[in-house]
């Protein structure tokens, strides 16, 4: 018997009443998180993968918002719990990792006044005590000098150094979790790979959790161990990295994969996922994806079930056979 | 000079000034040095390189939006830098821009038609029926419904927006076309449909392109020359595939090692580069090689001398004291 996921999340279902309907954000997302484990979640724009997770930790505060489901994290539900209650836990026990270090860090204070303030808000450590954490932490990811680093301000650092401040603030608190949403999406490649280093490095020091939510299918494949592949707030497909980039089995997945150019071999064309993403406001009554497959078929106006084996779930009608004549087919002209 | 050339930059310079940390003192950042290009008829010159190297720099000396502070651009024999507006005016019709964001490059305010019809009647081409048809047909070119004329930007998604910035620099049938990193917005699949219009049209309109990206996939998709810079400079320069399989300057092979590549085969992936520190502040540039603080192999010849931008074998150059793979890009080299 493996010990007990993390975080668990069953059925998350985000709404927003709109005047023009029901707006689902996320319908219906379940997937779990081990211990030690990262988990790549996947998707365009207006996939709702940052609503999922925000929802999750109750930043979702829109009054015309619906959260339904369940997380469990530690063994303990956290969905709907009271600003008071979660203090602990965000910042504490789950740490975060946003897009853009620039405005997850206030221009007013030091870093080391934010840093300090939030260990000893969850640590409970006296001033001094807290500042030479501080300083050790911003040593830990890499910043240099961190004695004299520790009292500057935001903009005196570069957009790749702000980002080993806020992963040193998630870190502060010896998280179990850390949620890092597109951390590496508004940096240059060579910064991008000096932070996702730095990531699997106190990863394994911290022995933590890591969700990484990321539309770069290349990202995932550095960092995650299990995928999911989300499209219109809906989950398509759940498998390990390696399964998904070698086997992947929906036909949005082999769109999102075979639209990346490559570096190693040249294409005359792209191969592409025709039309626009679709509007979350009037979803098709079934497969959120059909008006964009290429594969469609009548049974595809029944919203297919994420199905499959342990390790692998989709939620697609095509069978087996069928799958495998059409990778055949498309792979075979290359 | 041979006449396929379509664009020939001649060590363009551009410098900005700004206030010091001291009061009253000025510094001044290079934010390109040295440039030297040519853009033959018909193909696609890819130039990659992280922010602040200045390629969208670059890019607004070749078109003449601003100007240079030394050095010179040519277009089609025609020596651009120093005309007056004036005399540019006729010139400007036969290269346009593609712009990276298309939310900020449409005008809110007016409908995408007029948006797409406004360089025609800048350039009175025709009349105003003539000039609703040519609308019609752009947009039918660029994949969009030419019933949409009518609306306005906000209509539009963003894969949809840049192809009505494609249809505008496409109104006036130019020559040349520099994208300044026209997908970077775009989600991957739709990328990927910009990435396929963008080369059916260079086809039918016999387009050149100068494609500046910072995506490394991207770039090896659309180029059949890349040019990488770094702090404002050419460090490598070379055809696409040789240069992908085998860099010369430690900076684009570090550059390639590091991107994050699907490992759906079981070919062994690059050895990851990481290399430490930040992209140095123009206004301070290191002595030497300026890629030097930063490179794996920099000797103290190079925090001394600048290597200058030479010819290894014939189709690659490289500004390098210490030039990786050299044996194997001399062995293709005789070979093929």
């Known amino acids: 018997m493996p010990e007990a996921p993390l975080l668990q999340v069953r059925d998350l279902t985000v709404s927003f009443a709109t005047r023009q309907g029901a707006l689902r954000a996320v319908d219906g997302l379940s997937f779990d998180v081990g211990q030690k484990e990262i988990v790549g979640i996947v998707g365009e724009s207006g996939s709702g993968k940052s609503v999922a997770i925000y929802s999750m930790l109750g930043l979702v505060r829109e009054k015309n918002a619906t959260i339904t489901g369940s997380v469990l994290f530690e063994g303990r539900e956290i969905l709907g719990l009271s600003d008071k209650e979660l203090q602990p836990i965000r910042g504490g026990s789950i740490g975060m990792i946003f897009q853009d270090p620039m405005t997850a860090l206030t221009p007013v204070y030091t870093v080391g006044w934010q840093l300090v303030e939030q260990i000893r808000q969850h640590l409970h450590l006296p001033k001094a005590a807290a500042r030479q954490r501080a300083i050790e932490l911003l040593g830990q990811v890499g910043i240099p000098d961190p004695k004299s680093r520790v009292d500057r301000y935001p903009h005196e650092f570069s957009g790749g150094m702000r980002q080993r401040v806020v992963i040193a603030m998630a870190l502060s608190c010896n998280p179990r979790l850390l949620?890092?949403?597109?951390?590496?999406?508004?940096?240059?490649?060579?910064?991008?790979?000096?932070?996702?280093?730095?990531?699997l490095k106190l990863q394994d020091t911290y022995?933590?959790?890591?969700?990484?939510?990321?539309?770069?299918?290349?990202?995932?494949?550095?960092?995650?161990?299990?995928?999911?592949?989300?499209?219109?707030?809906?989950?398509?497909?759940?498998?390990?990295?390696?399964?998904?980039?070698?086997?992947?089995?929906?036909?949005?997945?082999?769109?999102?994969?075979?639209?990346v150019p490559r570096l190693d071999a040249k294409h005359d064309r792209l191969r592409t996922i025709r039309g626009?993403?679709?509007?979350?406001?009037?979803?098709?009554?079934?497969?959120?994806?059909?008006?964009?497959?290429?594969?469609?078929?009548?049974?595809?106006?029944?919203?297919?079930?994420?199905?499959?084996?342990?390790?692998?779930?989709?939620?697609?009608?095509?069978?087996?056979?069928?799958?495998?004549?059409?990778?055949?087919?498309?792979?075979?002209?290359? | 000079m041979s006449d396929d050339v379509v664009l020939q930059a001649t060590d363009v310079v551009k410098t900005f000034s700004s206030r010091g940390k001291k009061l009253g003192t000025r510094v001044v950042s290079r934010a390109v040095n040295g440039v030297s290009l040519e853009v033959r008829r018909g193909e696609?010159?890819?130039?990659?390189?992280?922010?602040?190297?200045?390629?969208?720099?670059?890019?607004?000396?070749?078109?003449?939006?601003?100007?240079?502070?030394?050095?010179?651009?040519?277009?089609?024999?025609?020596?651009?830098?120093?005309?007056s507006r004036r005399r540019l005016r006729p010139f400007r019709r036969q290269f346009q821009l593609v712009f990276q964001d298309p939310y900020a490059?449409?005008?809110?305010?007016?409908?995408?038609?007029?948006?797409?019809?406004?360089?025609?009647?800048?350039?009175?081409?025709?009349?105003?029926?003539?000039?609703?048809?040519?609308?019609?047909?752009?947009?039918?070119t660029v994949g969009l419904d030419a019933a949409a004329v009518n609306r306005y930007p906000h209509e539009f998604s963003g894969?949809?927006?840049?192809?009505?910035?494609?249809?505008?620099?496409?109104?006036?049938?130019?020559?040349?076309?520099?994208?300044?990193?026209?997908?970077?917005?775009?989600?991957?699949?739709?990328?990927?449909?910009v990435l396929n219009l963008m080369a059916d049209l260079q086809q039918e309109f016999n387009l050149t392109?100068?494609?500046?990206?910072?995506?490394?996939?991207?770039?090896?998709?659309?180029?059949?020359?890349?040019?990488?810079?770094?702090?404002?400079?050419?460090?490598?320069?070379?055809?696409?595939?040789?240069?992908?399989?085998?860099?010369?300057?430690?900076?684009?092979?570090?550059?390639?090692?590091?991107?994050?590549?699907?490992?759906?085969?079981?070919?062994?992936?690059?050895?990851?580069?990481?290399?430490?520190?930040?992209?140095?502040?123009?206004?301070?540039?290191?002595?030497g090689c300026p890629f030097h603080p930063r490179c794996p192999v920099a000797?103290?010849?190079?925090?001394?001398?600048?290597?200058?931008?030479?010819?290894?074998?014939?189709?690659?150059?490289?500004?390098?004291?210490?030039?990786?793979?050299?044996?194997?890009?001399?062995?293709?080299?005789?070979?093929?």
């Open chain 1, 179 to 199: 949620i890092a949403d597109e951390p590496t999406t508004a940096l240059d490649v060579t910064t991008q790979a000096q932070i996702l280093d730095l990531m």
């Open chain 1, 207 to 259: 022995d933590s959790s890591i969700v990484i939510i990321t539309h770069d299918m290349g990202v995932i494949a550095e960092m995650a161990h299990r995928v999911v592949v989300m499209y219109a707030g809906r989950p398509v497909e759940i498998a390990r990295e390696l399964d998904l980039v070698r086997h992947p089995r929906h036909p949005y997945t082999w769109g999102l994969l075979d639209a």
């Open chain 1, 276 to 334: 626009n993403a679709v509007s979350p406001l009037n979803l098709p009554p079934g497969c959120a994806f059909a008006p964009r497959c290429d594969y469609v078929m009548d049974q595809c106006a029944q919203r297919p079930p994420l199905q499959g084996d342990a390790d692998h779930v989709d939620a697609c009608w095509l069978s087996d056979a069928q799958r495998v004549t059409i990778r055949q087919r498309v792979e075979q002209p290359s």
């Open chain 2, 44 to 83: 696609t010159l890819g130039i990659v390189g992280e922010s602040g190297c200045g390629k969208s720099t670059l890019a607004r000396c070749l078109v003449q939006l601003s100007p240079v502070t030394s050095g010179t651009v040519a277009f089609e024999g025609t020596t651009l830098t120093g005309l």
């Open chain 2, 105 to 140: 490059s449409l005008n809110p305010r007016r409908t995408v038609g007029d948006i797409v019809a406004e360089p025609m009647r800048i350039n009175h081409l025709g009349s105003t029926s003539a000039i609703d048809a040519r609308v019609r047909e752009l947009f039918s």
């Open chain 2, 159 to 193: 894969g949809q927006r840049q192809r009505i910035g494609i249809a505008r620099s496409l109104s006036l049938n130019p020559t040349l076309v520099i994208a300044d990193e026209p997908v970077s917005a775009l989600d991957v699949s739709i990328q990927a449909q």
């Open chain 2, 209 to 287: 392109y100068v494609f500046i990206a910072h995506d490394l996939g991207v770039v090896r998709h659309v180029s059949d020359r890349v040019g990488v810079m770094y702090l404002g400079e050419f460090v490598e320069f070379g055809d696409v595939g040789s240069i992908y399989e085998t860099p010369l300057h430690p900076y684009t092979e570090a550059l390639l090692s590091v991107v994050p590549e699907l490992n759906d085969t079981d070919a062994p992936r690059r050895e990851r580069i990481i290399i430490t520190g930040d992209v140095p502040d123009p206004a301070d540039r290191p002595s």
């Open chain 2, 299 to 336: 000797t103290d010849l190079c925090r001394v001398e600048k290597p200058a931008l030479l010819t290894i074998v014939p189709g690659r150059q490289v500004a390098c004291h210490y030039p990786r793979n050299l044996d194997a890009v001399k062995a293709t080299s005789t070979t093929s």
